[in-house]
Each structure stands twice: as C-alpha cells, then as structure tokens.
C-alpha cells in the first residue's frame, strides 16, 4: 500500500469492471478505500470483486446501465447501505462504445447511444451519490471528459466530441450547485492511454493518423494507465481540497488549453 489516503472513504466507480476504471479500483482499494463498482457487464464486476476482496480490499459491486436513472438511483442505494455510504463518485462509465467514427457511417442510434451514456449517465449518477455526500458532510466526484471533447482529436468523432465537452458543462454548473454542501466535482480529459480495448481502436487507425497522433506528444511517448490513475485519484482525494469545476488535461501535452 503506497498510502492510506482514502482510509475510511467509499468510491463509487461507474464502468468499475473495465479499462481505466478498473484501474482506479485496484489504486484506490490499496491506498484504503472501500470499492464500490456500477457496470453494465456481470461477470467483469464478479471478477474484479472477487479478486479486491481476495486482497483484503472490502469491495462490492452492481451490474446497472448508466443511462437508466432508476436503476442506477436503486443501486446506489444498496451499495451505500452495504458498504456506509458514497464518500467520492468517479463517473468513468464512458466512451465512443464502439460506434464508428466518421460521420457517414454514424446511425442515430450510435448517437444516442453516445450522449446517453457519457452525459446523461453521468448526470444520472452524480444526483444518485449527492444525497449520500450530502449525509457525509462533504465528497468529490471525477467526471470523465476527454481530449476529443478538448480538442479536435482524429482518434474519435463528432458525438464523443459533443459528448466530453458536455461534460464539461455538467461539471462547471454542478460545481457552483454543490459547493455550500462541501461536495468539489472536476473532469479528467486524458488523452489516449491504451487499454485492452484502445489498443485496438488505435491499430485500426492509418499510419498517417497514428503518427499524428504521435508526434504531436510533447512528452513524445504514450501513457502508462499509472498516469491517468493518479491525477484522477488526486482530484478525488483531499489533496485537491480547493480544486472544483477544474480540468485536468492529462495528455503528455498533446493538447494545451490557452
Ligand atoms: N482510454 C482512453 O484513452 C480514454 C481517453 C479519454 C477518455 N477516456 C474516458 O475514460 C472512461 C473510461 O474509458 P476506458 O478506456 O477505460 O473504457 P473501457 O471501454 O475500457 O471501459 C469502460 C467500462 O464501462 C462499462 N460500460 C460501458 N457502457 C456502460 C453503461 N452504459 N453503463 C455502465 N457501464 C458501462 C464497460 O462495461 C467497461 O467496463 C470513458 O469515459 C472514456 O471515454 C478514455
């Protein structure tokens, strides 16, 4: 255990089971937090539950679409009750969900799909934990916005790009809503750090396109998951004590706001 910041927290963490989110499940369980997971896919959740419990990490989980209010308003309920409440949300659940990029080949329905999940998901979850923060007399919440919500990134398309930046809007208004309650809500905009399944998305991607994407990192390399793990937890953790309605750019330099 590298510290034992969140000792005594619970994080709630949507799209838990995979990708960074699962990540952030393993850091923030070994530096002492409680881990509860919302996911769409079971046997992931099972898997990752498992697997914390086995390492002393107290963790629980629910399988629940984001885009489905109720259910996610039900669950929430049940994990804070099982687990003492939700001290801190990080609202991961996410992506371009493998829709297509290119605006021809986008149907409405992949375009629902995309704003449903991402802005609509994440606006579901944050007014499900509020009440609980509310309780606890204070929590954060990191939402996930994107570089391609930052920038014109050539990496994911127009619905992603509407969709991170919205997210960025939910994120500046919450903040001024929730503030007096002691509840701080930031965004993370990684740029692209290669889970299982971006590794793919970025091999599809023409040479032309991955060198773009390549040479225009200052940093000159791609992440490790470590790297967006690690600011995500410091927004998170009390060390961001004064830090809300910010981004957080993580992206080796790719994209610098003026
Ligand atoms: N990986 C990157 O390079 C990158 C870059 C910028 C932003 N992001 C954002 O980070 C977040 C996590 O991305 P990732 O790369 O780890 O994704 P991922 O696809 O590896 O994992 C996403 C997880 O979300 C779950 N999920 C999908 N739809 C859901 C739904 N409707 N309800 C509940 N759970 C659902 C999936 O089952 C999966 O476990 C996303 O919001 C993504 O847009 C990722």
Redesign the pocket.
């Known amino acids: 255990m590298t510290n034992n910041r969140f000792a005594g927290k619970v994080l709630l963490i949507?799209?838990?089971?995979?990708?960074?989110?699962?990540a952030i499940a393993h850091a923030a369980g070994h530096q002492g937090g409680s881990i509860a997971i919302?996911?769409?896919?079971s046997d992931?959740i099972a898997e990752l539950v498992t697997n914390l419990r086995s390492l002393g990490i107290t963790a629980d989980g629910r399988a629940?679409?984001?885009?489905d209010g109720k259910a996610v308003t039900k669950a929430v309920g049940e994990l804070a009750d099982s687990l003492s409440g939700i001290d801190i949300l990080i609202a991961?659940?996410?992506?371009?969900?493998g829709t297509p990029r290119d605006m021809d080949d986008i149907s409405d329905d992949d375009l629902d799909l995309v704003i449903d999940?991402?802005v609509k998901?994440t606006y579901y979850c944050a007014r499900a934990v509020i009440p609980f923060m509310k309780k606890k007399g204070g929590g954060s919440i990191v939402t996930?916005?994107?570089?391609?919500g930052r920038s014109a990134s050539p990496v994911t398309g127009v619905p992603y790009a509407t969709a991170?930046a919205a997210i960025l809007g939910l994120t500046r208004r919450l903040a001024k809503e929730v503030g007096l309650d002691n509840i701080r809500i930031n965004a993370i905009?990684?740029?692209?750090?290669?889970?299982?399944?971006?590794t793919g998305m970025f091999e599809k991607l023409s040479a032309a396109e991955r060198e773009e994407v390549l040479s225009g990192i200052p940093l000159g390399r791609m992440p490790e998951l470590r790297e967006c793990v690690d600011p995500v937890l410091f927004l998170a953790s009390n060390e961001s004590s004064y830090i809300t309605g910010a981004v957080l750019d993580v992206n080796g330099g790719r994209f610098m706001p003026s």
Request: proline share 2%.
């Open positions: 949507t799209g838990g089971a995979g990708g960074l989110g699962a919302l996911d769409t896919n992931a629940v679409d984001v885009r991961a659940a996410g992506g371009s969900l999940v991402n998901g996930f916005s994107s570089i391609g991170k905009a990684p740029g692209l750090f290669l889970t299982d399944r971006l």
